[in-house]
C-alpha cells in the first residue's frame, strides 16, 4: 500500500488548496478515505472521511463548510479542496486508509496560511 500526498503549500488567508493523495497497492475502490493534519506541538487530529463509494462524506466541525473531500475511483485518488484558508488550518496534511486492520498513512504535505 502506498499513499503519496501532493498540493500542499504556502497560501494567504481566505485562499484555497487542493490536496491530493495517489493511492496504490490496493483495491482503492473498496476503502474508506481519510484525511488528518497535525500542527506543531499538537496531536494529529481527524479532518475529513469519505466512503469507497463517494455516498458519504463527514467533517471535523473545524473545517465543516470550508473543506470538501472527494475521490476518483478512476484515478485511484483522493482530494481535499480547502476554501477559506485560516492560520489555524496550518499543518501537515496527511491521508490515510485502513486495510485489514492495519491503518497506512502518506509522508503528508506541508500547509501554511499565512499573511
Known amino acids: 500500500v502506498q499513499l503519496v500526498e501532493s498540493g500542499g503549500g504556502l497560501v494567504q488567508p481566505g485562499e484555497s488548496l487542493r490536496l491530493s493523495c495517489a493511492a496504490s497497492?490496493?483495491?482503492?475502490?473498496?476503502?474508506?478515505m481519510n484525511w488528518y493534519r497535525q500542527a506543531p506541538g499538537k496531536e494529529r487530529e481527524w479532518v475529513a472521511g469519505?466512503?469507497?463509494?463517494?455516498?458519504?462524506?463527514n467533517y471535523a466541525d473545524t473545517v465543516k463548510g470550508r473543506f470538501t473531500i472527494s475521490r476518483d475511483n478512476a484515478e485511484n485518488t483522493v482530494y481535499l479542496q480547502m476554501n477559506s484558508l485560516k492560520p489555524e488550518d496550518t499543518a501537515v496534511y496527511y491521508c490515510?486508509?485502513?486495510?485489514?486492520?492495519?491503518?497506512?498513512w502518506g509522508q503528508g504535505t506541508q500547509v501554511t496560511v499565512s499573511s
Open positions: 497497492g490496493f483495491t482503492f475502490s473498496s476503502y474508506g
Open positions: 490515510k486508509t485502513r486495510r485489514r486492520s492495519i491503518d497506512y
Open positions: 469519505i466512503s469507497n463509494t463517494e455516498s458519504s462524506a
